[in-house]
């Protein structure tokens, strides 16, 4: 029983996920102090606000926090925002540099008479009815 435990614990998914989760962690540490490091006071000294969570209203004895649900929906654009031009953005263009496409191969050859595309495999041009050489493409 044990060493199904330790198969299972040491199984290249199990090991890769919990890397991950470990990496997210800490890179979600460094997003939130971004966020409310630099891009929240440099909001703040723009609107002059810098927190909204006082804001709010009573109706019958209830009070409506909507100053919170604005910090919250602040606080996710800022984050996703720069998630998006930190990371993503950065990374696809990495990747797109890297990323050599390979040439396609040819589905269709020119025939030698009437230069129509013909299929690779034709034997003959369906539009002059050339015989097509097998070396000729």
């Given at each position: 029983m044990f060493k199904e435990f330790k198969k299972f614990l040491l199984r290249g998914n199990v090991v890769d996920l919990s890397v991950g989760v470990v990496v997210g962690a800490a890179f979600g540490s460094v997003v939130s102090a971004l966020v409310s490091d630099l891009l929240t006071p440099f909001i703040s000294a723009i609107a002059r606000v810098p927190d909204f969570s006082a804001w709010a209203f009573a109706i019958n004895g209830s009070k409506f926090m909507y100053g919170h649900f604005i910090n919250a929906i602040v606080s996710f654009i800022l984050i996703s925002g720069s998630i998006f031009f930190f990371v993503v953005k950065p990374?696809?263009?990495?990747?797109?540099?890297?990323?050599?496409?390979?040439?396609?191969?040819?589905?269709?050859?020119?025939?030698?008479?009437?230069?129509?595309?013909?299929?690779?495999?034709?034997?003959?041009?369906?539009?002059?009815?050339?015989?097509?050489?097998?070396?000729?493409?």
């Open positions: 990374m696809n263009m990495l990747i797109s540099r890297s990323r050599k496409e390979a040439p396609l191969d040819p589905t269709t050859k020119k025939c030698p008479e009437c230069l129509a595309e013909v299929p690779i495999a034709a034997k003959r041009c369906q539009h002059c009815t050339q015989v097509i050489i097998k070396s000729e493409k």
